[in-house]
Nanobody, 119 residues
Framework: QVQLVESGGGLVQPGGSLRLACAAS????????MAWYRQAPGKERDSVAT???????AYVDSVRGRFTISRDNAKNTVYLQMNSLKPEDTAVYYC?????????????WGQGTQVTVSS
């Protein structure tokens, strides 16, 4: 099974920046795409940004121009650089990966990391 571990969350003032990281581990896996989701209290979990194995990216309109998703294939890690943070960005951010292992396809979720934007 493929495991995902997020890091980099924390408390930041409006206008500040954070960089989230998500590292994948396991044996014999190939990741086709990775994504960042977020879930605010009382809200559904929504996609924020995605990146495919060939580097194609997509963003939700509310973060376009402020957030950047990237990947490091050598480290099996995806990043989310978050700039110009706003209070409405406050949420638990989750990493997601889709791909396959030697026994079949998989979809894995990380445990989540809290991002709080507040003065």
């Amino acid at each position: 099974q493929v495991q995902l571990v997020e890091s980099g969350g924390g408390l930041v003032q409006p206008g500040g920046s954070l960089r989230l990281a998500c590292a994948a581990s396991g044996n014999g896996f190939t990741i086709n795409s990775m994504a960042w989701y977020r879930q605010a209290p009382g809200k559904e979990r929504d996609s924020v940004a995605t990146i495919t194995s060939i580097g194609t990216t997509a963003y939700v309109d509310s973060v376009r121009g402020r957030f950047t998703i990237s990947r490091d294939n050598a480290k099996n890690t995806v990043y989310l650089q978050m700039n110009s943070l706003k209070p409405e960005d406050t949420a638990v951010y989750y990493c997601n990966a889709i791909g396959y292992t030697d026994v079949g396809p998989f979809r894995s979720w990380g445990q989540g990391t809290q991002v709080t934007v507040s003065s």
